[in-house]
């Protein structure tokens, strides 16, 4: 009784605030935990059963929050944390806010936005995948570029009907120095830039991005970068959708390419994929994609084949079932991956087989 008193009496002082009516502060999260079974392991031919975090979509928790200046302005902040269902660890290499971490002014303009945040790429990519972006598995086991994020990031985004258009320029981080951040002296290391586009009309989506990253260090190739040029785009027939993309990319001056034979001349890609989702129910939806690689000279060119059905017992909460398979050539070692790109995930010269059940809750 003494709880339902000071709540209410808790909750009429609030309202009687003038801030406390325009500002909204929301907890969300995924959980999402399944079981998986790969083959050919790396140091032999072994298989492993084990459980595994965010398998169609990452686990986090976050804090995202508003508040109403006047004038159609708005303050805007998000705070996001990932995690490992299955351990409890915080993911993105243990920092608390490793997803996203940023602050900005938003507003009939679009938003302005400085902090963690991220990459063109990531910001194109989710809708274009026919996986979209499921850790297991999807585009980001042939290139993680996919699913970056920036340190010290100014990002504007502004809608216009159909369009969506973005910038976003980082002023590095230092990735040779723990916590590393911007060096004096030195502004091109980890720097990154780039900006996205994408246009939607009825059945038709298109879209493109650009990317460029400084991967030196202050000792080992400081001029090292990788640039990246995407397009793609989708047609829905509804119930069916289908998918069609293309990303190019290309390493510089000591930078080098995940899965790339070393070697200057051969630190070059083209990535292509397709795909199809289908509505198969109210409740039920399947997808399935091909994603292959070309690495400039060299024959080491692999293939990933998925596939995922779900049945979805509410709109929160999901039970999933997909598949993945690798198809390598020569000295390639691309493997399903284990939250991350695929490369050196098998041994080189060896397809792999991997399957996951499991569910997912959103709240």
């Known amino acids: 009784m003494q709880y339902k008193v000071g709540a209410t009496a808790l909750s009429c002082a609030l309202c009687s605030l003038p801030a406390a009516a325009q500002t909204s502060v929301t907890l969300y999260g995924v959980v999402d935990a399944g079981i998986e079974f790969a083959n050919h392991q790396t140091g032999g031919a072994h298989s492993v059963v084990r459980m595994t975090s965010g398998n169609v979509a990452g686990s986090r928790w976050g804090l995202r929050g508003t508040e109403d200046l006047g004038g159609g302005l708005k303050a805007v902040f998000v705070l996001e944390s990932g995690y490992d269902t299955d351990t409890g660890k915080s993911a993105q290499g243990g920092r608390l806010f490793g997803r996203m971490a940023y602050v900005g002014l938003q507003g009939k303009w679009g938003s302005l936005l400085l902090g963690r945040q991220q990459t063109a790429l990531f910001d194109l990519i989710g809708p274009y995948d026919p996986m979209l972006l499921a850790p297991k598995y999807s585009i980001f086991v042939q290139d993680l570029a996919f699913v970056s994020r920036a340190d010290n990031t100014v990002k504007y985004t502004g809608t216009f009907g159909g369009l969506v258009a973005s910038a976003m320029y980082s002023f590095g981080a230092e990735s040779g120095t723990a916590n590393g951040s911007e060096v004096p002296g030195d502004p091109k290391l980890g720097r990154?830039?780039?900006?996205?586009?994408?246009?939607?009309?009825?059945?038709?989506?298109?879209?493109?991005?650009y990317d460029e990253v400084n991967t030196g260090?202050?000792?080992?190739?400081?001029?090292?970068?990788?640039?990246r040029a995407v397009v793609t785009g989708t047609y829905n027939f509804s119930p069916v959708k289908v998918f069609a993309g293309y990303r190019w990319a290309k390493a510089y001056d000591g930078a080098v390419l995940t899965g790339a034979i070393p070697g200057q001349a051969n630190q070059a890609s083209n990535l292509w994929w397709t795909g199809v989702t289908w509505r198969a129910g109210a409740a039920v939806s399947l997808s399935a994609a091909a994603y292959y690689q070309d690495f400039r000279n060299t024959s080491n060119d692999p293939w990933l084949f998925v596939g995922m059905a779900k049945y979805a017992f509410s709109k929160r909460t999901d039970a999933y079932f997909s598949i993945g398979y690798t198809k390598n050539k020569g000295t390639s070692n691309l493997g399903l991956g284990a939250g991350g790109s695929g490369f050196g995930t098998t041994t080189a010269g060896t397809n792999q087989f991997g399957t996951t059940i499991g569910l997912r809750h959103i709240f």
């Not at 990154?192 to 991005?209: D, P, W």
């Open 192 to 209: 990154e830039y780039g900006f996205r586009l994408s246009y939607s009309r009825g059945a038709f989506s298109v879209g493109t991005a």
């Open 217 to 227: 260090t202050v000792t080992v190739n400081p001029d090292a970068k990788t640039r």
